[in-house]
Every structure is written in C-alpha cells, then in structure tokens.
C-alpha cells in the first residue's frame, strides 16, 4: 500500500500545530483570543432549594464581546449550571452533559439527580485534564434534596451551601460571608444573590451589565432572566442626529462625470429560444 | 456500521454461501449457527430471505396499531404476558423516544430496546448538532437507515420488529411505519402484528378523515378488542397518545379503564 507513513498511534490530544503556531508568533503574528466570561457566578441553598446568579457580560481580553449573554445553563428541569472561563467550553460541556442525562432519565424513567451531573461533568473534565477550561457551580434539587456544587477546571468540586466562582468571586464571596445564613427564605436568597452579583459587576472588570436568577425548588424552575438592569444604556439622543447642509465646511470640490458605457445596438436579430 | 462484533475475511464467505441460504429460522428465535457468515445475499428470485423471515417474526408478533386523529395520534398494542405470575407493570411495551415522539413495535422485545436506545441517542445528537428539536420524518429516517444497515452488513441480522412511530411537531401529527427492510411507510392508520388483516379491515371501514384523537382512542380499544383471545382489560392492553400539547404519554391503567367503560 503506496501513500502516507503511519504514524504510531497517539492517545489524546494532537500538540503538532503548536510548534507551528510557536514559529508564526516568534515571526509576529498575534495570535487571537478566546472568549472568556471573566464573570461572577454564584450559588446558595435557601430553606426550599437553590438559587443560582450569574452577570451577563462576556469579554474577549479588555473588549466586551456580549453586553447581555446567558451564563446559567440548562441542565435537566430540575437542574441549572452557572458557567465561567471560556464560553465555548462551558456550552459544549453543558450541553453534552445535558444531552447524556436526558438519554439517562430515558432509560431509567426518573428524574435526574444533581449529583450524577456533578459525576459526568468532573469525569469529562478530568479525562481533559484542566484543557477545557470550564469551572461551574452547579444546583438544583432531586428526590434527595437540594444540592450545590462547584466544579473546578481539572475536575475537583465542592459541594457548599454557598458558593461563587469567576473572576467576580472575592466580590461576591464577601457579600454571602458577611450575610448567608440557614434557613433563607426565597425572597432573601434572591436579594442576597443579586447583591452579591452587583458586587461583581461595579467591582470587577471582568463582569458587567445585568443580574440573572435562577430559583429552583421542588417541582418548580423559575428562570429570572435579566432579574435586574443596574447598568441602563444611555443613547446620545432619542430624537436622532440632524445634519443640516452648511454646517460642515467644504474645502475642496471635484466632479467627476461617469462615462457612459453602454452602447444600444438599432437592429439586430432577436435571442432565439 | 462500525460496532459488528464479527468479521470474516472473504475467503470463508464463499465456502459458507451455499449454508447460509439454506438456513430456515423459526419465527421466535432465529437459530443462528457459531459464526456463520449470515449475511443477506439476494435469492435468484430477487427477495431477501432473511428480511422475509424478520417479516415473519413480525407477523406473529402481539397485535398493535396506530391511528393519526385530525389533533393527534394513538397507538395502542396487546399486552399479553407468558403466565399470570409476570408482574404487569415492569413491561412497558409503549416507549418515548423524544418528548413529542413514540413508538410502538410487533415482533421480538429485545430487538425493539436496541432501537429504541440507538433511535434516542440519535434525537440527542440531531438537537446537538442542530440545535432543533428532532421532526418525526427525521428520526423515522434515520431509525430505518439503522435497521437497513443490519441487512446489509457482515455477521449480524435484520432486526425482527416492525415499529409503528407517533409525533407531533411542527407538519402535525404522523404515523409511521418502519419495517425490518428499512423501509418507512405514513399512515392515517395501520396495524402489524398476528391480527393484522382483520385489525386493518376493521379500521378500514371504520377511519375517517375527520376523526378527533378520542373517536380514535375508541377505535382503537375496538380494533384490538376484535382480534383478542379472551377478555381485554385496563392490564393487558397499553395504549400511548400524543395531542396538540405535543407531549407524547401513556396512558395509566386507571385512564385505560375510563376509555374501556366508554367504549362498553
């Protein structure tokens, strides 16, 4: 059999095009940037279940790529995941973990549980060892109760009563630790949960624009999307721009006239069919 | 299709051809030899005698049926079990495949969880793919692309059910059929299974373009009732409906009980 050599068999993943990509940045090419939610999200567990919050804003470095994007993830009815790092990871891996748990309650005819989430999403994520950098808080509330998790990049979790990940994390951490506290009702865990996600977004960089909750209870989801807008966008003018001729000065003019190029031929046999 | 657990190479193919024709199957099991070669090569006469004995499998598989309504679709099937000691309610011979999508089958169980389990795993990776909810035409097709396949690869037979597949999505309501060949049929009703040329009679005569899903729950209480050995009840029938709710359900023997009384 003529053609290619075969190369040993390599497990994993395919490093070759680094040392092109090496050579193309030694010679000046900028390589881009991914994606990355810089982000505050957060978790808590209240007396009937969980609340999850998250920002809205994704950043490509110092440039803000999405002013209002969706950070908290579905997982199964019962079952949300706030998501940070890159934005690609933390989608396709959500996604794929909500895709394996639907084929799951298919097969076993029940309602999913938080903490064979928690399972799939770390094996995924230990199996690429840190490369697919995605960390998580995880929450909902199955036949065993209500349940939070945080999942780190390399596969490790936690499981907490009170949880913040992201960039935005020491902001909102200090707003849970001076105030959470056992036994919340619903309307105090989503006014601490939106203040701790105000506190990322005026205090970190990274994370902006609006508060989304997510309270999930027995039996009931409820998606607050853009719960609050603390950051209205302020247009230069509602009525629109006028430019009215003489306001501009003219330094030079020139005309030039288009020739015209188009000849009609008189006569001539008609196209045929 | 890449997950046959037996390849030959081609030189045992020919001196096992002439064996492998002349293989008769019994309708219940298919008696296959130690590694026979049990592919499926035409027959002078152009028929595929493998898929003719799934065929037969089929046809003497437990009645059911399927009728699409004008706001939805049932389909309902025989549940008869070997001995009265078999706990009813661990069978469930109706399954979902995507919330607004069902399927019902005549002919051998365990065929029917294989394609069951390939067809849903398939749903999921069209809506990961496309980000759409599967339409029923394309799950049809790929789960008769699935069972072709099992006609025309090494080591492996047809599967030896016919499925009768229910949804609701955005073109409304269909029925379908899909038979060990691979090939889907759509029907406004149909039936499979050991009663089938009654059964279809029947729902010849009594279909109507017209008809609301619970003129056709009752027919299809009737159909199955005409062809039943002994006394139908709410244990051993199972019936799945899917409305213009599009969430595809079966129904619980209380509610089958209801239907029963209203057909009485």
């Not at chain 1, 909750?213 to 209205?232: S, W």
């Not at chain 2, 004008?70 to 069978?91: F, H, M, Q, R, W």
Request: with cysteine; glycine share 10%; charged share 20%.
């Amino acid at each position: 059999m003529t053609g290619s050599m075969d190369l040993p068999a390599k497990g994993g993943f395919d490093f070759d095009l680094c040392r092109r990509n090496n050579m193309l940045e030694k010679n000046g090419l900028k390589l881009p940037g991914f994606l990355k939610t810089g982000t505050t999200i957060v978790g808590l567990v209240f007396q009937d279940g969980v609340v999850l919050g998250a920002d809205t804003r994704a950043t490509e470095g110092p440039i803000v790529a999405d002013k209002n994007c969706e950070k908290i993830h579905f997982m199964a009815p019962n079952i949300y995941c706030c998501g940070a790092g890159t934005a690609a990871d933390t989608e396709a891996v959500t996604d794929m973990v909500s895709s394996q748990l639907q084929l799951h309650r298919y097969a076993t005819g029940r309602e999913s549980r938080v903490i064979t989430a928690l399972t799939l999403l770390k094996s995924h994520l230990f199996r690429y060892q840190g490369h697919v950098s995605a960390a998580l808080v995880l929450g909902g509330v199955d036949c065993t109760g209500p349940h939070l998790h945080t999942v780190y990049p390399h596969g490790s979790t936690d499981t907490l009563p009170f949880a913040t990940m992201g960039s935005g994390s020491l902001a909102a951490m200090s707003v849970f630790e001076s105030r959470f506290k056992e036994g919340l009702t619903r309307e105090e865990g989503i006014e601490l949960v939106s203040d701790a996600i105000r506190a990322g977004i005026f205090n970190d960089l990274g994370s902006g624009s609006n508060v989304d909750v997510c309270v999930i209870t027995k039996g009931k989801t409820e998606y607050l999307r853009n719960h609050q807008l603390p950051n209205p966008r302020t247009y230069a003018s509602s009525k629109g721009f006028s430019f009215t001729k003489g306001q501009t000065e003219v330094l030079s003019t020139k005309i030039i006239p288009l020739k015209q190029k188009v000849e009609v031929a008189e006569g001539g046999d008609a196209m045929e069919e | 299709m890449g997950d046959s657990q037996y390849s030959f190479s081609l030189t045992t193919f020919r001196s096992q051809l002439s064996l492998s024709l002349s293989l008769s199957l019994s309708a219940e099991t298919y008696r296959q030899d130690d590694f026979k070669w049990v592919s499926v090569p035409c027959s002078p006469s152009g028929k595929l005698v493998q898929i003719e004995h799934a065929l037969t499998a089929v046809g003497s598989g437990q009645t059911s049926l399927g009728i699409k309504a004008s706001n939805g679709v049932v389909i309902a099937t025989e549940k008869k079990l070997p001995s009265i000691l078999v706990d009813e309610t661990s069978v469930q011979k109706i399954q979902a495949l995507t919330p607004n999508i069902g399927v019902v089958y005549s002919g051998m169980g365990p065929d029917f969880r294989v394609l069951v389990r390939k067809s849903r795993k398939q749903a999921q990776q069209y809506y990961l793919l496309y980000k759409e909810t599967i339409p029923v035409t394309q799950l049809v097709r790929e789960t008769a692309a699935v069972m072709q396949e099992f006609t025309q690869s090494g080591g492996v037979r047809p599967f030896g059910v016919s499925l009768l597949i229910a949804g609701y999505d955005d073109n409304g309501p269909q029925l379908y059929q899909v038979d060990p060949s691979g090939s889907y049929f759509s029907w406004k009703a149909s039936a499979m299974g050991k009663n089938v040329s009654n059964a279809k009679t029947f729902l010849e005569k009594r279909y109507t373009e017209d008809m609301e899903l619970d003129d056709a729950i009752h027919t299809a209480i009737l159909t199955l009732k005409e062809g039943y050995e002994g006394q139908i009840s709410s244990n051993n029938i199972e019936i799945g409906i899917i409305r213009s709710d599009r969430e595809f359900r079966v129904l619980s023997p209380a509610e089958i009980k209801d239907f029963l009384e209203e057909v009485e």
